[in-house]
């Protein structure tokens, strides 16, 4: 008989989450590796420095940005402690944080971020994938061991100056065939960068209206983002405003954090095409836990950017209303790239767009770089070059996707039940689904694809659709609605 439970989606969703009192506890079914995730070590320094005493004016226009970093610096030179904020509002540009140092937020303080992008100098980075320069985030954490970004006050990024200029670039590149590249030259303002740093830990502070990336976890490792809250819909709809990217890093712990943005709320990524197979550099070892999305573009998103490799993931006790989709694996056929090792348990959705969403041919206007007529390929910026690049051969840009393991999902309401897709060069593999109940539109489709297990899967489709298998091999499904071709 087809069945699935609907318990009043409100009262199924919003007992979640439960704040979890320990990352480092291991649940029933978790890989060992959980245990080791997430920051070591907190700042131990004993002082305490007040960013007013160096000048910093509470008055949310005086841009205070060098009284800060006076501040954090000689917190640094001291040996670290703490560093804390008079009541108030402060304009600032960007801001260093140093080893050893607390940078404290209170409830009662507000950091507003300079809406002129000569406040944000550029610095080497990687953006979506390519190393390139980039204007610095409005706070940023760079090459440090040890530090810390602490209190329940606010970082208002007030990004729409960012918003205002990528729609304007929009109108101007499309028409030109230049799509791929304009979320490159439009160098938007991310809100926290942690690059190449270690022990780090971000707790309960509320990041509003992103200019770009919320939250960049890149070329680190240890470090653990618990408690954000994450609203970039405050002043309007922001392009591309992720909430936490974790970029080719590891040992990385996501925890009791809520976010609403206008694209991935939760997204590992690993480098882009040529360059980022150049980088090589995979995203491993990462625990995402006890978390909500609301609006934005996936639960919990891997890709498109796979080219390093993303693995040893587990997403267990997650939230999405309103999501645009729930778990999503997204690549493309220059990306490159093994994702693999992928743990998704005891998720809760409602109203999102596919509850399941496999791709390897993503947004191809986006994904692939083709210099139109009348530009020389010898005089463009080199991150252009570095798009253009083509992969030799073209095989190593395949990406390939297997051994994932899908458990104890809910579904309340969804467009799309399942879409998975892989390519006739690289079908998906070793997919286990257990336990998924889903209330769709539609049932979907399962293409190029082999060795999934479906026990237990019960999909109730409006338009009384059954699952569609389409050029797969060995689909073992037990359950009772699906259709086999």
């Not at 600032?92 to 300079?114: M, N, Q």
């Not at 992008?117 to 409005?138: C, H, N, Q, S, V």
């Not at 993503?362 to 009348?374: C, D, E, H, K, V």
């Not at 390939?400 to 899908?406: E, K, Q």
């Amino acid at each position: 008989m087809k069945w699935i439970v609907l318990i009043s989606a409100v009262a199924l969703l919003d007992g979640f989450p439960a704040r979890a009192q320990s990352g480092k506890a291991l649940q029933s079914g978790d890989p060992e590796w959980t245990r080791q995730v997430g920051a070591r070590s907190l700042p131990a320094g004993k002082q305490t420095l007040h960013v007013n005493d160096y000048g910093a004016v509470p008055d949310g226009a005086t841009l205070s940005t060098r009284a800060i970093q006076a501040a954090i610096d000689a917190c640094a030179a001291k040996g670290g402690g703490t560093v804390l904020f008079a009541p108030g509002s402060y304009l600032t540009g960007s801001l260093f944080l140093k080893a050893g140092v607390e940078l404290h937020i209170d409830k009662d303080v507000e950091l507003k971020g300079s809406q002129r992008f000569e406040d944000y100098p550029e610095i080497d980075t990687r953006i979506a994938g390519i190393e390139m320069k980039w204007p610095a985030a409005l706070l940023n954490i760079i090459g440090v061991k040890n530090a810390s970004i602490t209190g329940q006050g606010k970082v208002n990024a007030r990004g729409k100056f960012c918003w205002d200029k990528y729609w304007a670039m929009r109108k101007e590149y499309d028409p030109k065939g230049l799509r791929w590249v304009v979320d490159y030259d439009a160098k938007r303002v991310r809100t926290l960068l942690i690059q190449r740093s270690t022990d780090i830990t971000i707790r309960d502070v509320r990041f509003l209206d992103a200019g770009f990336w919320t939250v960049q976890v890149l070329y680190s490792q240890y470090v653990t983002v618990d408690g954000i809250v994450i609203r970039n819909n405050e002043s309007g709809h922001g392009p591309s405003t992720d909430g936490v990217d974790i970029d080719s890093s590891s040992w990385v712990l996501v925890r009791n954090c809520d976010i609403d943005c206008n694209d991935d709320d939760f997204c590992l990524k690993a480098g882009r095409d040529w360059d980022g197979l150049r980088v090589n550099r995979p995203t491993e070892y990462v625990v995402i836990r006890h978390c909500t999305a609301r609006k934005g573009g996936g639960l919990l998103t891997l890709g498109s950017e796979t080219s390093g490799g993303i693995r040893h993931v587990l997403a267990t006790d997650l939230v999405a209303k309103g999501t645009g989709n729930g778990f999503h694996i997204k690549s493309a056929t220059t990306r490159g790239g093994t994702v693999q090792d992928i743990h998704v348990r005891n998720i809760s959705m409602d109203s999102v767009g596919n509850a399941i969403l496999f791709t390897m041919n993503w947004n191809p206007a986006y994904s692939y770089s083709t210099l139109p007529a009348g530009y020389d390929a010898d005089s463009v910026p080199p991150h252009w070059k570095a798009l253009l690049h083509k992969i030799e051969p073209p095989e190593k840009g395949i990406p390939h996707f297997l051994d994932i393991y899908v458990s104890d999902i809910r579904v309340a309401s969804a467009k799309r039940a399942i879409s998975a897709t892989g390519l006739d060069k690289s079908l998906i593999s070793g997919v286990h689904i257990r336990n998924m109940n889903i209330y769709a539109a539609t049932a979907g489709v399962i293409s190029y694809a082999k060795d999934w297990d479906l026990d237990g899967l019960v999909i109730d489709a409006r338009d009384k659709s059954r699952l569609r298998l389409d050029h797969t091999e060995d689909i073992r499904d037990n359950s009772p609605n699906n259709e086999n071709k």
